[in-house]
């Protein structure tokens, strides 16, 4: 029972490890979207107090770099001390604070120090403090999501009428764009992730070279972002620079980056790839596994060709001797 219980405590244990790792990877991927998009609108502002809350203080500087300050008591003086700690990137961020309080904590500090009025409520004062006057207000009717559903589908493409071959030609070259649109942002957002989860890594390896060709260059650099840079075929030999996995999707197929990073680290670091040389050992013992099953083949061969070589001796003797009587009966004797 023991045995049991402790394998179902380590299911749990386990499975809460990798709901938690996806649970970061996701929430950073959402928040470096959010800072992407607002990243001029700091800078323009000159940065944002987002809380200030003794002991707790979160600050993003116009270079969208982070400042918390945290303070606790010293065990062995006793004494208040504050630490400062300049957070770099989402992924440290959301490892420390709860996202939905960051979101949170701009949107009040926005608020703030545009001096709007304060989150409005279902109070009387609702319209007011949202600033809406009382001839601006709509009835949504009595049944808003029966309209909304309507809006929506008025809104919708009408479905292609494919009266011939050529409609129909037609309408599968726009769903082939329009999916590899898809596919491309999909492996953008790939791409993106895995750099979310690499920044940590990236950091202690430092810049690693992955190729290094006549017509293209690929490089994970010591943040976790890949840096590439490629000789279009239609560029006229000029060097194009890649930068964000949106435009390296352009000229890179995910899984060909993964796969050379992996063959790049392997030849970097031989021990993160002790399997391999198990894998050859294997494959080597195999291979003389099959040659000396070759040579017991052979033998056998030869065996069974000594044994086809014995019958045909007999018929061979067997015909002489036929020969001899044939001869003792049609040569002329003394």
């Known amino acids: 029972m023991d045995t049991g219980r402790n394998d179902l405590l380590g299911e749990i244990a386990g499975d809460a490890t990798l709901e938690r790792g996806d649970f970061l990877v996701q929430s950073t991927e959402q928040l470096r979207r959010f800072l992407d998009r607002h990243k001029e609108r700091v800078a323009a502002v000159g940065g944002l107090t987002l809380i200030d809350e003794e002991p707790e203080y979160l600050s993003i500087a116009p270079d969208m770099s982070f400042r918390s300050r945290t303070r606790f008591v010293d065990d062995l003086t006793g004494e208040w001390v504050s630490e400062t700690e300049v957070i770099e990137s989402a992924s440290e961020l959301v490892e420390i604070y709860n996202p939905a309080d960051i979101y949170a904590a701009f949107a009040e500090a926005a608020k703030e120090a545009a001096g709007f009025a304060a989150e409005p409520t279902a109070g009387g004062d ?27 589908a008025a809104g919708q493409p009408a479905a292609a009428q494919l009266d011939d071959d050529e409609a129909a030609a037609r309408r599968l070259y726009d769903l082939a764009l329009e999916y590899q649109e898809r596919s491309q942002r999909s492996e953008s957002r790939l791409l993106e992730d895995f750099e979310t989860a690499a920044a940590t890594a990236a950091s202690l390896v430092g810049d690693l070279i992955i190729v290094d060709d006549d017509d293209e260059r690929l490089i994970l650099t ?30 890179y197929d995910p899984t ?7 063959d790049a680290l ?22 003389g596994a099959d040659e000396d099953d070759g040579d017991q083949d052979g033998t056998d061969e030869d065996d069974g060709e000594d044994g086809d070589d014995q019958p045909d001796a007999d018929a061979g003797a067997g015909s002489d001797s036929a020969a001899d009587d044939q001869g003792a009966e049609g040569r002329p004797t003394a």
């Open 126 to 152: 609702l319209l007011d403090a949202a600033g809406i006057g009382p001839d601006e207000a709509i009835s949504l009717g009595e049944d808003p999501y029966a309209a909304a559903a309507e809006q929506w």
């Open 222 to 251: 010591a943040t976790g972002a890949f840096r590439a840079e490629v000789v279009p075929e239609d560029g006229d030999g000029a060097w194009r620079s890649l930068s964000g996995p949106d435009e390296l999707v352009e000229f």
């Open 256 to 262: 060909d980056v993964f796969g050379d990073l992996a």
């Open 266 to 287: 392997a030849e970097a670091f031989p021990s993160v790839a002790p399997e391999d040389a198990e894998d050859a050992e294997d494959a080597e013992d195999a291979e």
